[in-house]
Each structure stands twice: as C-alpha cells, then as structure tokens.
C-alpha cells in the first residue's frame, strides 16, 4: 500500500488530475448504470451508428492514451467492481471533454459452454481500440455511439 501512495505521490499534478478525473467518471458511470437502464444513458453516449471521424491529431492521440491509463490504474483501485461499461463510459466522458472524437462499441457474443448471450463495451479513438480492446475479441458489433467534435 505504502509503494501505490509513494508512486501516486511521484506523479506531476496533472497526472493526480487526470487520475481524480477518472475515478469521479468511474463512480457516477457506476452509479448511472445501476440506477437507469441503458436505453435512457444510450442518448448522452452520442449519436447512434454514425460514422466516426478517425482524424484524431497527435497530441489527441496522446492525450487519449493518457486517458487510458488513468482509467486502467483507477478501475483497478475502486472498491467496487469496474466492468468494461463503466469504463468505457467515464473514457469517453473524458474524452469528450477534451473534444476528442471517439464512440462506445456495443458488442456480443455467445458463450457456448453456459449457453448465455455475453456483451461487452468499448472505446474507439482515432484508429485503435482505446479502452476494452483486448477482450473485445469474437464480439459481434451491434452499436456505436459516436462523439465526434
């Protein structure tokens, strides 16, 4: 416990920002998801199935990739479980703000072995997935909610 304070310490105050930003987007992403079903937070995601504009600059670009890590380091810390909706939503509130185009992906797939349909969520900004790449793997896409600035 004792090395996470002195890492978080070490960190410039614009990273201890950027890491509060994310925990606040991570708790009311939360806390939305648990109190409103989906089909009411789909409108303030962005627009539906519109083409996203993949022209992001390289300081977009990086400021994107800071985001990501902040929202991966605060998922991983919250005392509640962080699942990839949640941390889709809090990115993307991040990156609008920034004025960062990116959209939600919507996904899902079947697990055979439980026989139940799986869904999964996650960002794209500029040309890569930026948050829930790596398990988006065998999901169909079935939505996109696009923020493009």
């Given at each position: 416990m004792f090395d996470l304070i002195k890492k978080f310490i070490r960190l410039s105050p614009n990273q201890h920002l950027m890491?509060?930003?994310?925990?606040?987007?991570?708790?009311?992403?939360?806390?939305?998801?648990?109190?409103?079903?989906?089909?009411?937070?789909?409108?303030?995601?962005?627009?539906?199935?519109?083409?996203?504009?993949?022209?992001?600059?390289?300081l977009q670009a990086k400021k994107a990739e800071e985001i990501?890590?902040?929202?991966?380091?605060?998922?991983?810390?919250?005392?509640?479980?962080?699942?990839?909706?949640?941390?889709?939503?809090a990115g993307l509130m991040m990156l609008s703000r920034r004025k960062i185009p990116a959209s939600i992906c919507l996904g899902v797939k079947k697990d055979t072995q439980q026989n139940k349909l799986l869904a999964h969520a996650w960002i794209l900004c500029g040309n890569r997935i930026l948050i829930g790449g790596k398990q988006s793997r065998g999901f169909k896409l079935v939505s996109t909610f696009v923020r493009n600035h």
């Open positions: 890491l509060m930003e994310a925990f606040v987007g991570l708790f009311f992403s939360k806390l939305a998801l648990l109190i409103f079903p989906l089909k009411k937070i789909a409108p303030r995601l962005g627009i539906l199935n519109q083409e996203l504009n993949k022209s992001i600059t390289t990501r890590l902040a929202v991966a380091r605060v998922a991983r810390f919250v005392p509640w479980r962080s699942v990839c909706m949640d941390q889709a939503t």
